[in-house]
C-alpha cells in the first residue's frame, strides 16, 4: 500500500517538477544567450541570491520543523499552533525584508565586495526590486507545509511551478523595455503569485484561520528548538551557492556566471528527483516516526537509496563525459560564446560529482529530521560547507581558479555524505542495502562507465549527434538498472 501510493504520487509530483524546473533552466538559458558570462549576468544571478537563500534556507527549516511537529498535534490547538508560527514568521521575515530593501548597497558589498564597480552597482539596483520577493517566498514555504500534512502535494508544487513560469515568462519578455531589470521584476511578480495560490487554497479548503494570533504553546518552543538547527545546516545546496559567489566574485568578469551555469546544470537531475521524493515522504516518515513504525522507516530508506543510485550515478558519468557537448548545446548561442563554453564546461565536469552526494545528504538529513534528530546532521552539514569547503577553495583558488570552488562542493559532500550514512547506521540501524545489491550496483556502474567512456570516445567530435546517443544510452541504462538490479 505504502509502495503503491507513493509511487502514484510521485509520478505526479514529478511531471510538475520537471515542468518548474525547466521553466527555472530556461531562464538560465535566456539569460546566457542575452548576457553571456558578463558582468550584466553575474548582476541579474548575483541580485536573486539573498532572496532566493532565504527562501530555501529559513522557508525550507520552517516547512520541515512545521510538519514534524503539526502532523503530531490533534484536535484544534493545530490551529493555534500554525497561527502562531504564521503570525511569528512573517513579522520576523517583513522586518528582514524592509532592511534588504532599504540598505541594497551595503548588503551586496558585505557578501559580495569583491564585483567590479558597475557589477556592485548594478546588482544593488535589481536587488532592491528582488528584495520583497523574500516575504513572499519564505512565507509561501510555511504555508506549503500546511498543504503537505493535508497532502495537497500537488497544488504545493504547482505553486513552484508558477513561480518559475512567471520569473522565466516576465524575466524573457519583457528584456527589451526594462533590459537587466526584467529578471528582478520576474521574480518578485513570480513569488507574490506563488504566495496569493496558497492563501488562496488555505481559505477555500479551510485549513486553518487566517488570523494573526499568538498563543504560547510548549509545541512552539519544540518547533524553534528543531528549526534553528536545520536553519544553519538543512539547506545545504544554498549555503555553497552563496559561498561559491562570494568567492567567484573576486575572479573574473563572469565567473559568477559561469559556475551559476555549471551548477544548475547538475542540480536539474537530482533537484527535479529530490524534490519530488522529499517533498511526498517527509510528511510520511514523520506520522511513520510517530507511530514508531521502524520497519517503514527502514524500508523507505533503502528503497530511496536505490532509486537514488541507479537514477543519479548514470547521470553522473554521462555529465562527465558530455560535459562540453552539453554546454554547447544548451548555452551556446548568443552572446554566449566558444569563450563562455571553454570557461564553463570544465567546472560542470567537476561539479557533476557532487549529484549524487548532494542528493542523497538531502535524503538522509530528512529521516533524522523525521526521527527529530535535528543536531547532528546539521552538525555534520556545517563542518562539511564551511569547515572542509572553505578549506579547499583557500587551498586551491590560487592555482585553479574558478575549478577550486566546484572541487570545494564535490570532496565536502562526499564527506558529508559518508558520515551521515556512518551515524545514521549506528544510531538508528538504517541500512542502505545487503551485499547482494551493492555487487550488482558495482557491476553496472563499471559496465556503465564502460559504455559511455567508448561511446563518447568513438563518436568525439560528432557534437549534438554524439551527445543525443550518449544521452539515450545513458537512459536505457537507468531503465535498465532500474528493472534488473536489485
Known amino acids: 500500500m505504502f509502495k503503491t501510493r507513493f509511487l502514484k504520487l510521485l509520478g505526479a509530483i514529478t511531471i510538475m517538477n520537471i515542468i518548474a524546473r525547466l521553466f527555472g533552466f530556461a531562464r538560465e538559458i535566456t539569460i546566457g544567450y542575452q548576457y ?25 527549516a520552517v516547512t520541515t520543523a512545521f510538519i514534524s511537529v503539526y502532523s503530531k498535534m490533534k484536535g484544534t490547538i493545530k490551529n493555534d499552533f500554525a497561527q502562531s508560527i504564521v503570525t511569528i ?22 557578501f559580495f565586495g569583491g564585483m567590479s564597480e558597475a557589477a556592485l552597482h548594478l546588482t544593488a539596483s535589481l536587488f532592491t526590486v528582488t528584495a520583497p520577493a523574500t516575504f513572499f517566498l519564505v512565507v509561501s514555504m510555511a504555508f506549503s507545509g500546511i498543504h503537505n500534512v493535508y497532502e495537497n502535494y500537488r497544488l504545493t508544487t504547482f ?51 487566517l488570523k494573526w494570533k499568538l498563543v504560547k504553546l510548549p509545541e512552539t518552543k519544540r518547533f524553534f528548538y528543531l528549526v534553528w538547527p536545520i536553519v544553519f545546516g538543512g539547506a545545504t545546496m544554498q549555503f555553497y551557492l552563496i559561498i561559491q559567489r562570494i568567492y567567484a566574485a573576486g575572479l573574473n568578469n563572469g565567473a559568477i556566471a559561469a559556475i551559476n551555469y555549471a551548477s544548475k546544470m547538475t542540480q536539474l537531475p ?110 555534520l552539514n556545517v563542518i562539511s560547507v564551511f569547515g572542509i569547503n572553505i578549506a579547499v577553495i583557500t587551498m586551491f583558488i590560487d592555482t585553479l581558479g574558478a575549478e577550486a570552488v566546484a572541487l570545494g562542493t564535490v570532496i565536502s559532500t562526499i564527506i558529508n555524505m559518508v558520515l551521515l550514512v556512518i551515524f545514521a547506521m549506528f544510531k538508528y540501524d538504517l541500512k542502505l542495502c545487503n551485499w547482494r545489491f551493492a555487487i550488482h550496483l558495482g557491476l553496472f556502474l563499471t559496465v556503465t562507465v564502460i559504455v559511455l567512456w567508448g561511446i563518447s570516445s568513438l563518436l568525439a567530435g560528432m557534437g549534438i549527434i554524439s551527445l543525443l546517443i550518449g544521452g539515450l544510452i545513458t537512459l536505457l541504462l537507468i531503465l535498465g538498472g532500474l528493472k534488473f538490479v536489485k
Not at 526584467?182 to 484561520?209: C, E, H
Not at 511513520?288 to 547521470?315: C, M, Q, W
Open 270 to 379: 537530482q533537484s527535479v528527483l529530490m524534490t519530488s521524493v522529499t517533498t511526498i515522504i517527509y510528511p510520511l516518515l514523520a506520522k511513520a516516526a510517530g507511530e514508531g513504525d521502524f520497519h517503514k522507516i527502514n524500508d523507505a530508506y533503502r528503497r530511496g537509496f536505490r532509486l537514488l543510485t541507479l537514477v543519479l550515478l548514470p547521470s553522473t558519468i554521462c555529465i562527465f563525459f558530455y560535459g562540453k557537448e552539453i554546454i554547447t548545446l544548451i548555452f551556446q548561442y548568443g552572446n554566449f560564446s566558444q569563450d563562455s563554453t571553454n570557461m564553463t564546461y570544465p567546472l560542470l565536469q567537476i561539479f557533476s560529482f557532487s549529484v549524487f552526494s548532494l542528493s542523497f545528504n538531502t535524503y538522509v538529513t530528512r529521516f533524522f529530521y523525521a526521527l527529530e534528530n535535528t543536531l547532528l546532521p546539521n552538525v
Open 36 to 60: 553571456g558570462t558578463s558582468y550584466r549576468a553575474d548582476s541579474i544571478i548575483t541580485a536573486f541570491t539573498i532572496p532566493n537563500f532565504l527562501y530555501v534556507v529559513l522557508g525550507g
Open 159 to 209: 505553486t513552484s511551478l508558477l513561480f518559475n513560469a512567471a520569473y522565466f515568462i516576465i524575466g524573457f519578455g519583457l528584456t527589451p523595455w526594462l533590459k537587466e531589470y526584467s529578471y528582478a521584476l520576474g521574480a518578485t511578480i513570480g513569488s507574490f503569485s506563488m504566495f496569493a495560490v496558497l492563501i488562496y487554497q488555505i481559505k477555500k479548503q479551510r485549513l486553518m484561520p
Open 89 to 110: 514568521l512573517s513579522i520576523l521575515v517583513g522586518v528582514i525584508t524592509f532592511l534588504l530593501m532599504i540598505f541594497p548597497e551595503f548588503w551586496m558589498k558585505l
